[in-house]
């Protein structure tokens, strides 16, 4: 199913169930130095953040919480500020 039918259906192809936590962490890569941003919402294999770093798709980075360990993951789509990121097992 291609991601507009999905959209227009309500069915996401996504099968981690996600939640929406609006916590702020902290983003680093690289090239790009450590950025303030806020997750809106985590699941198991990945997480929604808005972050004003330049992201590209293709990026690893770490994602950081306080309290929580490091996630290491790879930027999969860059929408403007807003980044999906699938955390690398």
């Keep these: 199913m291609t991601g ?3 959209q227009a259906t ?3 192809r996504r099968s981690a169930v ?3 936590t609006g916590t702020i962490a902290w983003v680093s890569h690289r090239g790009y130095g450590t950025a303030r941003c806020t ?3 985590v699941s198991d ?3 929604r953040i808005q ?3 330049g ?3 293709g990026d690893d980075v770490t994602l950081t919480e306080d309290g929580a360990p490091k996630r290491n993951a790879v930027a ?3 929408e403007a500020d807003m980044i999906g990121l699938h955390f690398s097992f």
């Design 45 to 47: 294999t990945g997480a």
């Design 18 to 20: 996600r939640r929406r």
């Design 4 to 6: 507009t039918m999905a």
């Design 51 to 53: 972050a004003p770093c």
């Design 76 to 78: 999969m789509w860059v």
């Design 10 to 12: 309500g069915r996401d």
């Design 39 to 41: 997750i809106h919402d």
């Design 55 to 57: 992201l590209r798709v």
